[in-house]
Structures are given as structure tokens and as C-alpha cells.
């Protein structure tokens, strides 16, 4: 018990996102930085939005609102497949990377 605390605490956040990308599963640091990752994106297109317009341009503003549309359903689908299956532990991820010792042997 006292290992599985101290493996958790070793691990900083971007060592958990670094092994979110490699192992299979999501593990919570990793949606984390997806959701800022996709706010930020959402405030630049509000930005993009915003520019067309004022530049009263309509395929800019049709450009911007598909891109606006594809980044939402991409959140949206995502959000579903990690309710769906839902979240790992960094834990779990790093015994199926053989990083450390599983608990019970196959």
C-alpha cells in the first residue's frame, strides 16, 4: 500500500501526460491538458470568429464557423468515448508499461 502512494507521488504531471501518449488508456493529468488544450483552441476561433466578422467577410465567417463546428463535435465525441470507457491511473498505465512491479503476476 505504502508503495502504490509513493509511485503516485514520484510522478510529476508532465511525466503522467508524457506516459498518458505512450501507455494504452487515458489517465487524468492527460484529459486535463486536453480540455486546456481545447479551450485554448475554442478561444482562438472565438477570436478568428470575431475578426471575420468585422471584416464583414462570408467565407471567412463560413470558414471560421465550420472549424468552430469540427472542434466541437471532436470535444464532444472525445468526452464520450472517455465516458464510455473512462479513466486509467497513472498507476495502472505504468504496470503496463512494465515500469513498475505488478501486483499480481499473470
Same mark, same amino acid.
Given at each position: 500500500?505504502?508503495?502504490?502512494?509513493?509511485?503516485?507521488?514520484?510522478?510529476?504531471?508532465?511525466?503522467?501526460?508524457?506516459?498518458?501518449?505512450?501507455?494504452?488508456?487515458?489517465?487524468?493529468?492527460?484529459?486535463?491538458? @486536453?480540455? /486546456?488544450?481545447? %479551450?485554448? +483552441?475554442? !478561444?482562438?476561433?472565438?477570436?478568428?470568429?470575431?475578426?471575420?466578422? $468585422?471584416?464583414?467577410?462570408?467565407?471567412?465567417?463560413?470558414?471560421?464557423?465550420?472549424?468552430? @463546428?469540427? /472542434?466541437?463535435? %471532436?470535444? +464532444?465525441? !472525445?468526452?464520450?468515448?472517455?465516458?464510455?470507457?473512462?479513466?486509467? $491511473?497513472?498507476?495502472?498505465?505504468?504496470?503496463?508499461?512494465?515500469?513498475?512491479?505488478?501486483?499480481?503476476?499473470?
Amino acid at each position: 500500500m505504502e508503495k502504490k502512494q509513493s509511485t503516485e507521488r514520484d510522478i510529476s504531471s508532465a511525466q503522467a501526460v508524457l506516459l498518458g501518449a505512450l501507455a494504452p488508456g487515458v489517465n487524468g493529468p492527460t484529459w486535463n491538458t @486536453l480540455k /486546456t488544450a481545447f %479551450l485554448m +483552441l475554442g !478561444l482562438c476561433l472565438a477570436v478568428m470568429f470575431g475578426l471575420a466578422f $468585422s471584416s464583414s467577410d462570408s467565407t471567412m465567417i463560413l470558414h471560421v464557423a465550420f472549424l468552430v @463546428l469540427i /472542434t466541437i463535435t %471532436l470535444f +464532444l465525441l !472525445l468526452d464520450w468515448f472517455l465516458e464510455q470507457t473512462g479513466l486509467v $491511473s497513472v498507476e495502472r498505465q505504468m504496470q503496463e508499461m512494465d515500469l513498475v512491479p505488478n501486483d499480481r503476476r499473470r
